[in-house]
């Protein structure tokens, strides 16, 4: 695998990873782009959703990571998957371990859903709010590879 170049020769991407094509869920009939994240130091698989507004955690990953403990930046009812969900904003760091290349971490602002029950096996998501607006992106369908790198 190599990295994307702008044409004077600079990397648009610093790092890449393989993506799986697939339901997300055992009920979903959808196919999605799922990846590994690592969210503060908790490895999970993440939905990438550009409709999402902010990534969004999976309260059994943000207990796993701590993040059930941080003061909210701001409490909100969100309407994910069809469910009214109430939950915090908070800031967190999010990494793209990279297949090809160097790893990127982000601080990004996330929602996370108060109640598990609710969540069922629905996995965390990747919003374009927060998280991709703060990285350079590009999906290849071909070879099911994510692009990525810093904006500056």
Do not use: C, H
């Not at 020769?9 to 799922?34: C, K, L």
């Not at 969210?39 to 796993?64: H, M, N, R, W």
């Not at 994910?80 to 601080?107: C, F, H, K, Q, Y």
């Not at 859903?113 to 990747?126: A, L, M, Q, T």
Request: glycine letters at 8%; charged letters at 20%; hydrophobic letters at 40%.
């Amino acid at each position: 695998m190599s990295l994307l170049l702008f044409p004077d020769g600079e990397y648009f991407a610093i790092g890449a990873i393989n993506y799986a094509y697939r339901p997300a869920t055992t009920s979903d009939t959808t196919n999605r782009i799922v990846m590994v994240v690592s969210v503060e130091d908790s490895i999970t698989e993440a939905v990438l959703d550009t409709g999402a507004p902010y990534p969004i955690i999976a309260p059994k990953i943000a207990k796993q990571a701590g993040l059930d403990r941080v003061e909210p930046l701001e409490r909100k009812t969100m309407l994910v998957r069809g469910m009214r969900l109430e939950g915090s904003i908070i800031r967190l760091n999010m990494t793209l371990p990279a297949d090809d290349g160097e790893d990127l971490t982000v601080d990004a602002t996330a929602f996370i859903p108060d109640v598990e029950e609710y969540w069922g096996d629905f996995p965390s998501f990747i919003g374009q709010i927060g998280f991709l607006e703060r990285i350079r992106y590009a999906v290849n369908p071909v070879t099911d590879t994510f692009y990525f790198g810093p904006l500056s």
